[in-house]
């Protein structure tokens, strides 16, 4: 079986296993979740590694009052949405537009289809673990 090494290759494998795969020149987007609840991830390459982020929500959708609980429960939940981490990306932003992301890298070296598929699986499940931790802490209505 070939490697897998360019993102044409990670959206031909992820559209013929089933996903909805769109490949958007240096990146692919997948579309996770449910029908109800959509969320789109990005997988990138660079020489050593695929990335694969998926944003779960803004901080501005948490409640401000709850922010420090919201902040240790992502923490704490990162045991169970791994090999995902949760993270906040405020590169000169302000915080409260900044999106929560689950994120992840898996090594290129000889990266096959099951292990794209397995990478991709696994994200989905931790979006729905991930989630489910954020959820008491969002405001009403998201």
Known sequence: MEKISTIAQIAAVLANSGFKAKDGGNFVS?????????VNAIINLSDKNMYVACELAKVSDLRVKQFNQAMCAMIIGNTSVL?????IHAEGKKLEKSPITL???VPMGDLSEQELIAAVDSLQVAVNTGAEIIKPYMKIGR
């Open 30 to 38: 997948v579309q996770l979740g449910s029908a109800a609840n959509p």
């Open 83 to 87: 090999p995902y981490a949760f993270t």
């Open 103 to 105: 994120i992840n890298s």
